[in-house]
Nanobody, 119 residues
Framework: QVQLVESGGGLVQAGGSLRLSCAASGRFFSTYYMGWFRQAPGKEREFVAAINWSDSNTYYGDSVKGRFTISRENARITAYLQMNSLTPEDTAVYYC????????????WGQGTQVTVSS
């Protein structure tokens, strides 16, 4: 089992920045991907970003490319999502997940953290 705990959400004005953190514990394997997804009210869950834990290759959804950056801290088994140039369209619950591929087959999920961007 892997436990994931997100933190760092909150309220920010358009154009601002936030950094989300996801701390993993339990049987987290270096072969996993750590990913971020988001879901806004009335919308489907959307892939945001992922990082390969072993080689740090990164992957991004089209809507966040150039604005968001995913990174990891190996010693703490923590992934970060730096979000810049936020817009109200980025408002959603952001979930951290651990899985076997960059965008699919995620096995473990965090509880989510709310990000609200005001105009």
């Amino acid at each position: 089992q892997v436990q994931l705990v997100e933190s760092g959400g909150g309220l920010v004005q358009a154009g601002g920045s936030l950094r989300l953190s996801c701390a993993a514990s339990g049987r987290f394997f270096s072969t996993y991907y750590m990913g971020w997804f988001r879901q806004a009210p009335g919308k489907e869950r959307e892939f945001v970003a992922a990082i390969n834990w072993s080689d740090s290759n990164t992957y991004y959804g089209d809507s966040v490319k150039g604005r968001f950056t995913i990174s990891r801290e190996n010693a703490r088994i923590t992934a970060y999502l730096q979000m810049n140039s936020l817009t109200p369209e980025d408002t959603a619950v952001y979930y951290c997940a651990a899985g076997r591929t960059p965008q699919y087959d995620y096995i473990y999920w965090g509880q989510g953290t709310q990000v609200t961007v005001s105009s």
